[in-house]
């Protein structure tokens, strides 16, 4: 009678490990089929070409396909979102372990979910309709559709990824920690420097740098806001084109596996790596800093 | 002033007034230091949940006008300058339930294997390292991969199908996380009492863990819809296209969605100012369904979390 059992015990197992396989799976087919659709443009573009190079005219003949325009684009939207998103999200994430009341926690904590679930097409809109017209009276600017902009909305959505994975961070420090500091006859404001942070730091950093990836991924805001010229910005009020952006707008017209496709797709690589390379050195953090208590201090 | 008068006099009883000054004043610092830095940690927590009510004010304020019930029933007219955003509210539902249908069973037993089967060690770790990866892939790099894998690889065209996996891939990761989480939560005193009884391991799982966690595990199943009702880039190329008056008849139906539709309406219509009232409209719609899931998502945690505090 226990072997039948034993069996599908086992057969069970063998399945939900290949499901849980699933995921591992679909990331491996993605890097797959963006290089199988992307490399062979390096055929005919060298790849320092298509990296460093300064114009991006995939319609014009001959066809330019320099990404570098695009590059500094992303990068400079994702750091100057990084300067607005991360003191924000860090400094809420403080107010709702640390200073907040029970109730107001209760509250804001839906508040910051909530603003995580708003869908990017209407942060994009509302960066159009709203943000624009206004950055372009205030600043007096021929257009409100800019790198600032863009970096303002992606702050936004980079928020609650900063915010929640910080605060759990943050409320996960043993309370004897801070028990002995304000026992010592530290303020509750010192204590909160001096050794909530310190303790938590390996959390915030996993924190910014997740943040900071799903800014530099995020395409519909920058695809609406960012202005669209593929040139490298002067100025943070100039129009820029991110990677994610250029992808978007550009692939309905792309003719199929013709250059400017391939191009799009070798785009994506870039962009894939990008975030792949923020990923790895958020777990390597999370992993090698492990927060398991009063010894990490 | 009253230090250097004290320090002078040199007395006793005034040094010890003096010690109590300074601590006084050292204190008062400190605390007006202290209130400054509380107050902007406040002002920052304060800036971010008026920016979530500025958005969906400035949706409703200007779209609920667009709302009637001609621009609910009716598919758009006249160069999608008139009419309604039937189809696209078909299109969304479809698009985010097929996704749910597909990604809810993977990630329910993908979170059963790695928090009831998995031991520590290089597998799980990999396992890992994929669903953390998978959860950080850029939106338009689903869309990239659609196309190439679902639309041209497996001959599906622009589909709700091909949408509809696309979408339920980049979900995976939220169902995933919100399954182990409500995994956890159930109590191991549930399984060492079950397995007591010499129910097998995955006798335990199916009778006793699973429905404990359902709940919260349905929770995730809300976040999931709601998270790709959302998303436009990856249906961009792979599901929605810019007009079709029909409602889908099968799987295999090109279709309009309500992301989509607002960004076409709002960079590539025809008449993007006169257009202004219907882009606010299906916002206003799109902005209500994903927080209207999201908040029924919320008070069931809520409640649960009240209600059964293992």
Not at chain 1, 46 to 63: H, I, K, R
Not at chain 1, 283 to 291: F, G, L, M, T, V
Not at chain 2, 84 to 109: D, K
């Amino acid at each position: 009678m226990a072997k039948p059992r034993k069996i599908k015990e086992s057969l069970i197992r063998n399945i939900m490990f290949v499901v849980a396989s699933a995921s591992i799976t679909i990331l491996f087919l993605i890097m797959l089929f963006l290089f199988w659709e992307g490399i062979p443009l390096f055929k005919t573009v060298p790849v320092q070409d298509f990296v460093l190079g300064e114009y991006w005219y995939p319609t014009s003949d001959p066809p330019d396909f320099g990404i570098f325009p695009l590059i500094i684009a992303s990068v400079v939207v994702t750091v100057l979102s990084a300067v607005i998103s991360i003191p924000l999200g860090v400094m809420t994430a403080i107010y709702l372990a640390e200073i907040a009341t029970h109730k107001v926690r209760e509250l804001a904590k839906p508040l910051v979910e909530l603003l995580a679930a708003l869908p990017s097409v209407v942060i994009g809109f509302f960066g159009m309709v709203v943000v624009a017209p206004f950055l372009q009276d205030v600043f007096d600017i021929p257009t409100g559709l800019n790198a600032f902009n863009a970096s303002l909305m992606l702050a936004f959505m980079s928020v609650p990824t900063i915010c929640s994975l910080s605060e759990d961070a943050i409320y996960s420090v043993p309370d004897n920690l801070k028990e002995a500091s304000l026992a010592l006859g530290a303020t509750k404001l010192t204590t909160i420097i001096r050794v909530i942070l310190p303790a938590s730091l390996s959390g915030i950093s996993t924190a910014v740098i997740l943040g900071m990836s799903r800014a530099i991924g995020e395409t519909m805001v920058v695809l609406m806001v960012a202005g669209g010229a593929a040139m490298v910005p002067t100025s943070v009020f100039d129009p820029v084109r991110p990677l994610p952006a250029s992808i978007a707008a550009e692939m309905a017209e792309a003719p199929f596996r013709g250059p400017h496709y391939r191009a799009l797709f070798a785009t994506g690589v870039v962009l894939f790596l990008f975030t792949l390379l923020f990923n790895i050195i958020a777990d390597h953090i999370a992993h090698k800093y492990k927060q398991v208590g009063d010894a990490t201090l | 002033m009253i230090e250097t008068d004290t320090i002078k006099s040199g007395t006793a009883e005034n040094n010890k007034k003096f010690v109590f000054t300074t601590a006084e004043k050292t204190r008062k610092r400190r605390h007006f230091v202290e209130s400054l830095f509380f107050s902007l940690f406040r002002l920052s927590a304060l800036i971010n949940a008026s920016a979530l009510i500025i958005i969906v004010y400035f949706m409703a304020s200007r779209g609920w006008r667009a709302i009637t019930w001609t621009f609910l029933t009716q598919p758009p007219m006249d160069s999608m300058t008139k009419g309604g955003i039937l189809p696209c509210i078909v299109g969304t539902v479809c698009l985010s339930i097929g996704a749910i249908v597909i990604a809810f069973p993977i990630g329910v037993a993908s979170a059963v294997y790695l928090n009831e089967y998995a031991k520590p060690g290089r597998t799980i770790r990999l396992i890992r390292l994929g669903i953390n990866n998978l959860a950080g892939v850029p939106s338009v790099v689903f869309g990239l991969f659609g196309l190439a894998f679902f639309v041209i690889y497996l001959k599906m065209g622009v589909s709700i199908l091909a949408g509809a996996l696309t979408l339920g891939a980049m979900s995976l990761p939220v169902i995933i996380g919100a399954s182990e989480e409500a995994l956890k939560s159930v109590p191991d005193t549930y399984r060492e009492a079950s397995l007591g009884l010499g129910a097998t391991k995955w006798q335990t799982i199916y009778r006793v863990v699973l429905p404990a966690a359902l709940p919260s595990i349905m929770t995730g199943g809300i976040l999931g819809i709601s998270r790709a009702a959302g998303e436009t880039a990856p249906i961009m190329f792979t599901a929605a296209v810019f007009f079709i008056p029909n409602l889908p008849t099968s799987v295999f139906d090109k279709i309009m969605a309500l992301p989509y539709h607002i960004y076409v309406l709002a960079t590539a219509g025809t008449e993007i100012e006169a257009t202004r009232h219907l882009q606010y409209g299906t916002a206003l719609i799109l902005v209500a369904l994903v927080l209207g899931m999201n908040l029924v998502a919320i008070i069931i945690r809520t409640k649960l979390r009240n209600k059964m505090k293992f």
